[in-house]
């Protein structure tokens, strides 16, 4: 599976930029993704914050996760902007029939998928070896789009997961 991403990442966005990532509950297909792409650039052409065009960037990545990035050394987002860009979300999760908010479930990548987990039975997983400390993790826990770039898709161990939970035997 190729994981690499960083190039489809708008490098005129500071490494600054304000990220938030969604999970799909599932794959979606790839006419499903064509239609979440033009929703996303129809989201981000058309994004304001008080009226002010925002710098936006959104995307569907591995067919799985919807990042959106804001510049906010353009345009400050507020809590109207922010509330516009969840909305899209809500929609994508309406239409498409998918959960986009549930964050219990965490995404790992194992034998060349993306493989969803309920955090409750993560430490079964690495008890019987269905995943390791340097199994990859989607750390949706990023903010910024530096840390996206540097720590958004981490070994197990080298993550708040991995901080935890039991990652040895």
Same mark, same amino acid.
């Given at each position: 599976? *190729?994981?690499?991403?960083?190039?489809?990442?708008?490098? !005129?966005?500071?490494?600054?930029?304000?990220?938030?990532?969604?999970?799909? *509950?599932?794959?979606?297909?790839?006419? %499903?993704?064509? *239609?979440? !792409?033009?929703?996303? +650039?129809?989201?981000?052409?058309? $994004?304001?914050?008080?009226?002010?065009?925002?710098?936006?960037?959104? +995307?569907?990545? &591995?067919?799985?996760?919807?990042?959106?990035?804001?510049? !906010? %050394?353009? #345009?400050?987002?507020? =809590?109207?902007? +922010?509330?516009?860009?969840?909305? #899209?979300?809500?929609?994508? %999760?309406?239409?498409?029939?998918?959960?986009?908010?549930?964050? #219990?479930?965490?995404? &790992?990548?194992?034998?060349?998928?993306? !493989?969803?987990?309920?955090?409750?039975?993560?430490?079964?997983?690495?008890?019987? =070896?269905?995943?390791?400390?340097?199994?990859?993790?989607?750390?949706?826990?990023?903010? #910024?789009?530096?840390?996206?770039?540097?720590? $958004?898709?981490?070994?197990? =161990?080298?993550? $708040?997961?991995?901080?935890?939970?039991?990652? %040895?035997?």
């Amino acid at each position: 599976m *190729n994981l690499s991403y960083a190039d489809l990442i708008p490098s !005129e966005f500071s490494h600054h930029s304000k990220v938030w990532i969604y999970q799909s *509950n599932r794959m979606f297909s790839i006419a %499903e993704a064509l *239609n979440i !792409e033009t929703i996303l +650039t129809d989201f981000t052409n058309n $994004w304001k914050s008080h009226g002010i065009p925002v710098k936006g960037f959104a +995307t569907l990545f &591995f067919g799985q996760f919807i990042i959106i990035m804001a510049d !906010e %050394e353009q #345009t400050g987002v507020s =809590g109207c902007s +922010t509330d516009s860009s969840v909305r #899209t979300i809500k929609n994508i %999760e309406t239409n498409f029939n998918v959960s986009m908010f549930e964050r #219990t479930n965490l995404a &790992f990548v194992v034998k060349d998928k993306i !493989e969803l987990l309920p955090i409750s039975q993560v430490q079964y997983a690495l008890d019987k =070896g269905f995943v390791t400390a340097n199994t990859l993790f989607f750390d949706h826990s990023v903010q #910024t789009k530096g840390e996206l770039l540097d720590r $958004w898709i981490i070994p197990i =161990g080298s993550s $708040w997961l991995g901080k935890r939970i039991k990652t %040895e035997i």
